[in-house]
């Protein structure tokens, strides 16, 4: 379940916290997520541009 | 009615009692029903308006708070372990306001774990129900303050919002739920999730009840630029404006925001395409427009909330982690990872966001209209599985920029589940908010529905249904 490229990092996290096993694929999980997220973060910090408004149509 | 004597009080928290105790066995809504109590609160309203005493709107009126609110002298539980034991030695800043106002508190509401994103049948206190359909969750975290609304307990109910909690079960249970701007409704007395996010605020059956809860429970010394147009025009002014209708409004419609999505419910798109073509009929000018990217704000709020979720928890995680269902564990302890770096740049982002949208988006428009939920609230039976569940929802940027923003039921699926709109408001204009939701709600045909209710074990059929 974890995402491929941040499957070590979130592994090694687990371990720090001594992660119960019964959670350990979950909180592996939201990790890799929370790591995405945070690489986007960096990435896409400068780009929130806003398009203007156009009038409704075609919905 | 009370005012002239031809209810009391006592009468209508009777009847509320009298609903709960017949339907909530199954529905779990509340936490915890202080019967004695309220129905001495009711009794003392009664008396007020029998000595001219005239507290406000809500004066001998039940409601409900969400169980991480304090009020002196009850636990706070915050539905876990860990805080069971918790008695609130004084009221929450909002329920110091409520009780002066004469309302009548009926009790405390359920709620996920610490007001976290999902329930689990791990707690203390089991999930609430959906009175839709009891196989799906009411959303969350305020799951009770829904229930207890769309179940007919309460007209009003405050609960509390970091990333939707209160407009995602509003919506889902065909609910009105409103998140006011940030600072309007004070959080002390109120345990924190992420503070930077957090806001408190109000889930109810119409327009009115949220606006006279809201007039209610605001803030009077709020540290910020308050709009002229709430001080100046008072009570009446502000449910005057609730039937101004919307001629000339301007909607600002990002479509891309949930349209865009692949698992966007084609019924969730066609309810709010439904809610800006009459809106539209109505007089406004609907425009369609792009807002910064949803994954980067997504992004942004996660970050925040997972920092600061994880820095007023890490002991517990650390130390007590049995004392946390599974699916908060994981959320929580997920915080780990965020750097001082990582949470710098997203508290950068929240101010620049904040500025974007009233630089861009609110001097040109007075609303932001967009789906709560991309789709159904998950089912019961797929909780506490060993992943937590993926929630899609377009929330989470009123509680990052904190301008006020409301839920509202537009129509409902052909699994008989309620469909609902968001709109995000100008900062500090809950009276725009609140007049475009009431236009919209009149449009599709004045009351709200309200599911039909049974008890499930009573021989007693329910006759207020």
Not at chain 2, 37 to 66: C, M, N, S, T
């Amino acid at each position: 379940m974890t995402e491929g490229g941040y499957a070590p990092r979130a592994s090694a996290l687990a371990d720090r916290l001594n992660a119960p096993p019964d959670r350990r694929e979950g909180l592996e999980a939201e990790i890799a997520i929370l790591l995405a997220q945070i690489d986007q973060l960096w990435a896409g910090a400068d780009r929130t541009a806003m398009e203007p408004g156009v009038p409704l149509d075609g919905i | 009615m009370m005012r002239s004597g031809a209810l009391t009080s006592v009468q209508l928290t009777l009847d509320a009692l009298q609903r709960i105790s017949a339907l909530d066995s199954d529905l779990n809504a509340f936490i915890e029903v202080i019967s004695d109590q309220a129905l001495d609160a009711a009794d003392a309203a009664d008396r007020a308006f029998r000595q001219g005493h005239d507290l406000g709107p809500l004066q001998g009126i039940p409601y409900a708070v969400k169980d991480n609110i304090d009020v002196e002298g009850l636990r706070t539980t915050c539905n876990s372990r860990h805080n069971l034991l918790h008695r609130a030695d004084g009221d929450a800043a909002v329920q110091a306001r409520l009780r002066a106002s004469g309302a009548v508190l009926l009790g405390k509401l359920n709620l996920h774990e610490f007001a976290t994103s999902l329930p689990s049948f791990e707690l203390p206190f089991p999930p609430a129900k959906n009175p839709w359909n009891r196989d799906y969750t009411p959303g969350g975290s305020s799951s009770g303050c829904a229930v207890a609304v769309s179940s007919g307990y309460v007209r009003t109910a405050i609960g509390t919002d970091t990333g939707g909690s209160i407009r995602w079960p509003a919506s889902c249970c065909g609910a009105v739920g409103l998140k006011p701007t940030r600072g309007r409704v004070s959080c002390a007395g109120i345990h924190p999730l992420a503070p930077s996010l957090d806001h408190c605020g109000l889930i109810a059956w119409t327009i009115e009840d949220a606006a006279l809860t809201l007039m209610t429970v605001a803030d009077p010394d709020v540290d910020a630029p308050v709009d002229p147009s709430w001080t100046a025009c008072g009570q009446p002014a502000l449910l005057q404006a609730l039937s101004e209708g919307v001629h000339g409004l301007r909607v600002a419609l990002p479509r891309h925001i949930y349209a865009e999505y692949s698992d966007c419910d084609p019924e969730v798109l066609r309810a709010v395409d439904d809610a800006a073509h009459a809106l539209a009929r109505l007089g406004a000018i609907v425009a369609e427009i792009r807002l910064p990217n949803p994954s980067l704000v997504n992004a942004c709020g996660r970050a925040i909330m997972a920092a600061e979720s994880f820095g007023l928890y890490e002991n517990l995680i650390r130390d007590r982690s049995v004392d946390l269902a599974r699916v908060t564990y994981q959320k929580l302890a997920a915080g780990a990872v965020v750097t001082p770096a990582d949470y710098r740049r997203a508290r950068n982002l929240q101010e620049a966001l904040e500025l974007q949208l009233d630089a861009q988006v609110f001097q040109a428009h007075d609303v932001i209209l967009s789906a709560v939920a991309l789709g159904p609230p998950p089912k019961l039976g797929d909780l506490d599985q060993a992943v937590p569940i993926k929630l899609q929802t377009n929330t989470i940027l009123a509680n990052v920029t904190g301008h006020p923003a409301l839920a509202l039921p537009v129509g409902m699926s052909r699994a008989g589940l309620p469909l609902s709109a968001q709109l995000i408001g100008r900062r500090w204009d809950e009276r725009g908010l609140l007049r475009a939701g009431q236009a919209l709600l009149q449009d599709r045909g004045a009351a709200p529905l309200r599911p039909s209710l049974h008890p499930i074990s009573a021989d007693k059929a329910d006759q207020t249904g």
